[in-house]
């Protein structure tokens, strides 16, 4: 059974890879995944300068979700090269490197130093809810916002990088935005090699006895089960409109949620939340698509990809 995806020039030996920020940089799941066997690996974003992140709480438990408001906590670009990397590298399996930065410039000279350092693909974390962005756009001067926000923005920016770099680009996207697909169209006309859809929601809770909000940030965005449905329609939405690849995630807790994704049209997925409730997930999601695979006769895997009977 051939379970292997192209994103870009990228192949994957199967469509499941771990979302970022939720594994680490998988050194911390070493012992508890099978890492080799993953289809890809994302890293937590990193940023050019290291990054303290938000201040605590900065975790929440929701029904059927999980807020977060982390902030991009790393240790920076320098750190990532010389320690984080080079056992990434040992893994055996394809490493997708997430990146973010407030500006073009800070932007391009990561993607730079990281295709220097041998990295094949990256991931443009255009969407972190948690952070504010220095502002890209001319047109748009009325405040900092998340590139992934403003099509104009979207386009400027991965049309610089794409110039500048033969690394495969995949825009990760935001769903707080009114029309995703005008953002996903502009990605893909600036030259992104794939999309990944999506990251978490803006969101908040508060505790009723001392009138606080649960998080420090005081929002921050909303992942898990809670998001899957509208995840779904928006990979779907996305996939009508786009002929880049789709790495589909937000909710996937199982391997019916993943084939979910892939018959709404993502090419692969990614498997967030649910690394916190069982770190070995992403192999039992692995499993669980060559059994239907086989029970549904499928050689290939492709042959499932956007397959939404109407
Ligand atoms: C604790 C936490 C940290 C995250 N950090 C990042 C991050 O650094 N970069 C990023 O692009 N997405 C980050 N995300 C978003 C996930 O990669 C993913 O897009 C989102 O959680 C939806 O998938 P899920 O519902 O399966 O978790 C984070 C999510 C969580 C829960």
Redesign the pocket.
């Known amino acids: 059974m051939d379970l292997s995806v192209k994103i870009g020039r990228l192949k994957l030996k199967n469509p499941v890879t771990v ?4 594994f680490g940089y998988a050194e911390e799941f070493k012992e508890l995944v099978n890492l080799e066997g993953l289809g890809a690996i ?1 890293t ?2 990193i940023t050019k300068e290291p990054r303290l992140g938000n201040a605590a709480p ?2 929440a438990e929701t029904s059927s ?2 807020l ?1 408001a ?1 902030g ?1 906590q ?1 240790e920076g670009l320098d750190n990532f090269l010389k320690v984080k990397l080079p056992k990434l590298k040992k893994i055996g399996t394809k490493i997708i490197v ?1 990146v ?1 930065a407030n500006s073009a410039q800070e932007f391009i000279y990561c993607v730079k130093q990281l295709e220097d350092s041998g990295v094949e693909a990256i ?1 443009l ?1 255009l ?2 809810p948690n952070i504010k962005y220095a502002k890209l756009a001319k047109t748009n001067k009325a405040k900092a916002r998340i590139f992934a926000q403003v099509a104009g923005d979207t386009y400027t920016l991965v049309n610089a990088l794409a110039k500048k770099t033969n690394t495969v680009l995949i825009a ?1 996207l935001s769903p707080n935005v009114t029309d995703i697909t005008e953002i996903a169209l502009a990605a893909q006309k600036a030259g992104a090699d794939a999309l ?1 859809l ?3 929601f803006s969101a908040m809770a508060i505790d009723i006895d001392t009138h606080r909000p649960r998080l420090a940030n005081v929002s921050g ?1 909303l ?3 809670a ?2 449905p509208i ?1 779904v329609k928006m990979v779907y939405d996305v996939a009508q409109a786009v002929k880049i690849p789709i790495i589909g ?5 199982n391997a019916d949620d993943a084939i979910e994704f892939i018959i709404a049209g993502a090419a692969a997925v ?5 690394n ?1 409730v069982n770190p070995g997930i992403s192999m039992e999601v692995i499993e669980g698509i060559k059994n239907y695979c086989k029970k549904k006769k499928l050689k290939n895997i492709k042959q499932l990809i956007g397959t939404l009977k109407r």
């Open positions: 979302a970022s920020g939720t994302i937590k974003t900065r975790l979700g999980m977060n982390i991009l790393n997430s973010s991931e974390n969407s972190c990760k990944s999506v990251n978490t965005g992942s898990g089960p998001i899957k995840a995630m937000g909710g996937i807790m990614s498997v967030g939340t649910a916190f």
